[in-house]
């Protein structure tokens, strides 16, 4: 049964095999290969009770962002594209379809 407003982890099967979050990008590139489509990007860090990110001259010497890649498999006809979205190395989500995480 499902609680409304629960988030609901994803997972992408692979070779017989199970990506899920928290699953690294060395797990995920051996279950299931290099993936048709990468793209990074470097999110702000915020910090805890403020709305806004760190400013640059604190963030360049603290964290200035955190490494966030989107790898997309194409999983052949009557499949869904998958978007697995790594951050800081680790699956964080996975969808299905055009969504973006």
Excluded at 2 to 22: F, M
Excluded at 54 to 60: Q, V
Excluded at 65 to 89: K, Q, S
Excluded at 91 to 96: D, F, K
Aim: with cysteine; charged share 20%; net charge neutral.
């Amino acid at each position: 049964m499902s609680v409304p407003g629960q988030a609901h982890a994803e997972s992408l099967r692979c070779n017989g095999e199970i990506v899920s979050e928290g699953d690294s990008r060395l797990s995920v590139l051996r279950r299931c290969g290099q993936p048709a489509l990468k793209d990074s990007q470097c999110a702000p860090v915020y910090v805890a009770g403020r709305l806004q990110p760190l400013p640059d001259h604190i963030a360049a010497r603290v964290a200035p962002c955190v490494p966030i890649e989107d790898w997309l498999y194409e999983r052949g006809p009557g499949f869904l594209t998958a978007t697995v979205r790594f951050r800081a190395g680790v699956v964080q989500t996975v969808l299905y379809g055009q969504e973006r995480p």
